[in-house]
């Protein structure tokens, strides 16, 4: 096969590479150039490219460079900007592999003539005995990225392959050492990579947007408090309130964007049994309403059992009052056995009605 495998500078991918040329495939290296703006985190950098094109020349394979960056502004960046301004807490990693990994490059991919792609991700595609590809969580329990890509279809599963999904991290690094890769000991990047890390959050969007002060109240409506920037509130956010210390823990409950407040209340008040996904997609057919599920609400986040109680729109109710899921992030379902995704989407700051 021919095989298009998205190099972004990191071990992971450079072993995906290293493996699919050990299978006999016909392999072509790209790394992407999404961020042109400043960088020193991510895998955005001039270095990456570089240890990318480098690993390439070790495997002795063509190494291409996209250019990317009206795309990834366009269905990224200006997002992130937008979804603080609306009270939203985005996940741009995620909006990265649905509009550019997984839909312009295996687009690019496919008028280049390739019957693959490939990237570095820890998560594995299987087949179910009836013929249906299946999203199924990596081999490696700490490092599993099903979370991340739970937007892929059957034609999009079809399309691609995750060559690393069945080893651990540390076999991935031994093979990368075996080889002699220059990328074997590089540490795993963990930011989002136009937010450096001299300036944070705070900087980009500050240089973006103007700030709005809003009111700290209570869930009764009593002043607390105030903050200088209502775009940098999340649900379950402690700190950065202006609240006197030596009381009980108050958490967000609520960003109230339209009238300017933050409501915070003790830990019970932001439990929720209930939780509404919007733009969902699912990997083959939708679970049944009524059908257990395990839910999922962050990379890492454990699975919490949960029942569909809807699927227009989807909303869930978990077997045990969990934090209230911040509008924005990501929720993926899984099935019962925790072993592949059926799908996901987005929370939404609607309550659910039907729970």
Same mark, same amino acid.
């Given at each position: 096969?021919?095989?298009?495998?998205?190099?972004?500078?990191?071990?992971?991918?450079?072993?995906?590479?290293?493996?699919?040329?050990?299978?006999?495939?016909? =392999?072509?290296? =790209?790394?992407?150039?999404?961020?042109?703006?400043?960088?020193?985190?991510?895998?955005?950098? +001039?270095?990456?490219? %570089?240890?990318?094109?480098?690993?390439?020349?070790?495997?002795?394979?063509?190494?291409?460079?996209?250019?990317?960056?009206?795309?990834? &502004?366009?269905?990224? +960046?200006?997002?992130?900007?937008?979804?603080?301004? %609306?009270?939203?807490?985005?996940?741009?990693?995620? *909006?990265?592999?649905?509009?550019?990994?997984?839909?312009?490059?295996?687009?690019?991919?496919?008028?280049?003539?390739?019957?693959?792609?490939?990237?570095?991700?820890?998560?594995?595609?299987?087949?179910?005995?009836?013929?249906?590809?299946?999203?199924?969580? !990596?081999?490696?329990?700490?490092?599993?990225?099903?979370?991340?890509?739970?937007?892929?279809?059957?034609?999009?599963?079809?399309?691609?392959?995750?060559? =690393?999904?069945?080893?651990?991290?540390?076999?991935?690094?031994?093979?990368?050492?075996?080889? !002699?890769?220059?990328?074997?000991?590089?540490?795993?990047?963990?930011?989002?990579?136009?937010?450096?890390?001299?300036?944070?959050?705070?900087?980009?969007? !500050? &240089?973006?947007? *103007?700030?709005?002060?809003?009111?700290? #109240?209570?869930?009764?409506?009593?002043?607390?408090?105030?903050?200088?920037?209502?775009?940098?509130?999340?649900?379950?956010?402690?700190?950065?309130? !202006?609240?006197?210390?030596?009381?009980?823990?108050?958490? @967000?409950? %609520? =960003?109230?964007?339209?009238?300017?407040?933050?409501?915070?209340?003790?830990?019970?008040?932001?439990?929720?049994?209930?939780?509404? @996904?919007?733009?969902?997609?699912?990997? &083959?057919?939708?679970?049944?309403?009524?059908?257990? #599920?395990?839910?999922?609400?962050?990379?890492?986040?454990?699975?919490?059992?949960?029942?569909?109680?809807?699927? %227009?729109?989807?909303?869930?109710?978990?077997?045990?009052?969990?934090?209230?899921?911040?509008?924005?992030?990501?929720?993926?379902?899984?099935?019962?056995?925790?072993?592949?995704?059926?799908?996901?989407?987005?929370?939404?700051?609607?309550?659910?009605?039907?729970?």
């Amino acid at each position: 096969m021919k095989v298009l495998v998205a190099m972004s500078g990191g071990v992971d991918s450079s072993v995906a590479a290293a493996e699919l040329v050990n299978q006999g495939h016909h =392999v072509v290296g =790209v790394t992407l150039r999404l961020w042109g703006g400043e960088s020193d985190t991510g895998c955005c950098s +001039v270095s990456d490219v %570089d240890d990318a094109r480098r690993v390439a020349q070790q495997l002795n394979i063509d190494h291409l460079v996209f250019n990317f960056s009206d795309d990834f &502004n366009k269905h990224v +960046v200006a997002p992130y900007v937008q979804a603080h301004v %609306d009270g939203i807490t985005p996940n741009p990693c995620i *909006e990265c592999n649905r509009h550019i990994k997984f839909d312009r490059l295996s687009e690019r991919a496919r008028i280049l003539g390739f019957d693959a792609v490939a990237t570095g991700h820890h998560a594995q595609i299987t087949r179910a005995t009836q013929g249906t590809y299946r999203l199924t969580r !990596g081999h490696d329990e700490l490092k599993d990225q099903s979370y991340v890509v739970y937007m892929l279809d059957q034609a999009e599963l079809a399309y691609t392959m995750f060559p =690393v999904g069945h080893l651990t991290k540390a076999q991935v690094r031994d093979r990368a050492v075996a080889l !002699g890769l220059r990328t074997a000991t590089k540490p795993d990047s963990q930011d989002v990579c136009f937010i450096s890390r001299t300036g944070g959050r705070e900087v980009f969007l !500050g &240089n973006r947007i *103007e700030f709005r002060r809003a009111d700290v #109240v209570t869930t009764d409506g009593a002043q607390a408090g105030s903050v200088d920037a209502l775009e940098l509130v999340t649900i379950g956010q402690r700190k950065g309130l !202006g609240l006197p210390g030596g009381g009980p823990k108050q958490y @967000v409950v %609520d =960003v109230d964007t339209p009238n300017a407040r933050v409501v915070i209340g003790n830990e019970d008040q932001l439990l929720r049994t209930g939780l509404a @996904v919007r733009n969902v997609t699912w990997a &083959n057919q939708a679970p049944s309403c009524g059908e257990k #599920v395990l839910v999922q609400c962050s990379a890492h986040g454990a699975a919490l059992p949960a029942t569909v109680r809807c699927l %227009d729109p989807l909303v869930l109710r978990f077997d045990a009052a969990q934090r209230r899921i911040a509008p924005g992030q990501s929720v993926v379902c899984y099935d019962i056995t925790n072993s592949f995704v059926l799908g996901g989407g987005i929370a939404d700051a609607a309550e659910p009605l039907t729970i």
